[in-house]
């Protein structure tokens, strides 16, 4: 099993939505970067809302995202369905950010494997991540 953990903020970097959710784990990291910035976009979308910064610490996927070519690997179905999700936004953007800047969502990954559900938040972090979120300035 893989984790996956997305963290959504407000402008002002408030905690508005959290998640957590085990996968199975695909043939490559790539794979479970592209799933998870597809569980960020469809969070988002459910969340309502509009204007997205996406940062994620994969280079390879956050490039995919911002090439205009379409994506010949393993895990082009998934990027294209995250392009097209994207088209619903009022405005998207995605951004590299290294993994040390990525410690609440890598948090929520692991958090991921140890549950037998997806677990959501709607009103902040659970508290074994919670001490992590003024060191962190990652959008999901």
């Known amino acids: ?17 959290a ?12 794979v479970v970067e592209a799933l ?12 309502g809302i509009e204007d997205v910064i996406l940062e994620g610490d994969s280079m390879t996927i956050i490039q995919a995202l ?9 895990y082009g179905h998934i990027i294209d369905d995250i392009r097209a999700c994207a088209l619903l936004f009022s405005s998207i953007s995605f ?6 800047g990525n410690k609440v969502a890598d ?11 997806p677990c959501f938040w709607s009103d902040g972090l ?4 919670h001490s992590l979120v003024s060191a962190d300035r990652v959008f999901c």
Request: net charge positive; charged share 20%; with cysteine.
């Open 66 to 74: 911002n090439s205009d070519s379409s994506c010949a690997s393993s």
């Open 36 to 47: 998870a910035c597809r569980k960020a976009i469809s969070f988002a979308l459910n969340l």
């Open 107 to 117: 948090s929520l990954a692991k958090l991921a494997k140890l549950s037998r559900c």
């Open 126 to 129: 659970p508290r074994d991540v």
């Open 1 to 17: 099993m893989a984790g996956i953990g997305v963290v959504i903020r407000n402008p002002n970097g408030i905690v508005i939505g």
């Open 95 to 100: 951004s590299h950010v290294k993994r040390q």
């Open 19 to 30: 998640l957590s959710d085990r996968i199975f784990l695909p043939a490559t990291v790539d």
